[in-house]
C-alpha cells in the first residue's frame, strides 16, 4: 500500500506561486506514476499534471507553462510548482499515485486559494 501526504497549499494573490509538496510512503516501488488533481467549487475533479516512473510529463491545458511537476527519489516527494497563479486555479488539490494493476492511491488534499 501507498500513503500520500500533502502540503504546501495556500492563499495566494493572483500573479504569485506555492510549491505543493506529496510525500509518499509504504509500497513505493509500487508505483508506476504519480499526478496531482484538482477539483474546483462547482466543477469535475481534473488531472492537472502527472509525471510517470519514467520520468515523462503531461498537463492539463489550463496550466501548460505555468505549472511545473517534478519529483525527488532521495525523498520520495513530487512536486508541484504552481506559478503566475490565477484565480481559476483555486481548487483542493490532490495527489494521486497509481500502483501496480492501476490500484489508485490518494492524499488528502491541500486547499489553494487564489484571491486579491
Known amino acids: 500500500q501507498v500513503h500520500l501526504v500533502e502540503s504546501g497549499g495556500g492563499l495566494v494573490q493572483p500573479g504569485g506561486s506555492l510549491r505543493l509538496s506529496c510525500a509518499a510512503s509504504g509500497s513505493i516501488f509500487t508505483i508506476n506514476a504519480m499526478g496531482w488533481y484538482r477539483q474546483a467549487p462547482g466543477k469535475q475533479r481534473e488531472l492537472a499534471a502527472a509525471?510517470?516512473?519514467?520520468?515523462?510529463?503531461n498537463y492539463a491545458d489550463s496550466v501548460k507553462g505555468r505549472f511545473t511537476i517534478s519529483r525527488d527519489n532521495v525523498k520520495n516527494t513530487v512536486y508541484l510548482q504552481m506559478n503566475g497563479l490565477k484565480f481559476e486555479d483555486t481548487a483542493v488539490y490532490y495527489c494521486?499515485?497509481?500502483?501496480?494493476?492501476?490500484?489508485?492511491?490518494w492524499g488528502q488534499g491541500t486547499q489553494v486559494t487564489v484571491s486579491s
Open positions: 509525471i510517470t516512473k519514467g520520468g515523462s510529463t
Open positions: 494521486n499515485a497509481v500502483g501496480i494493476q492501476g490500484l489508485n492511491y
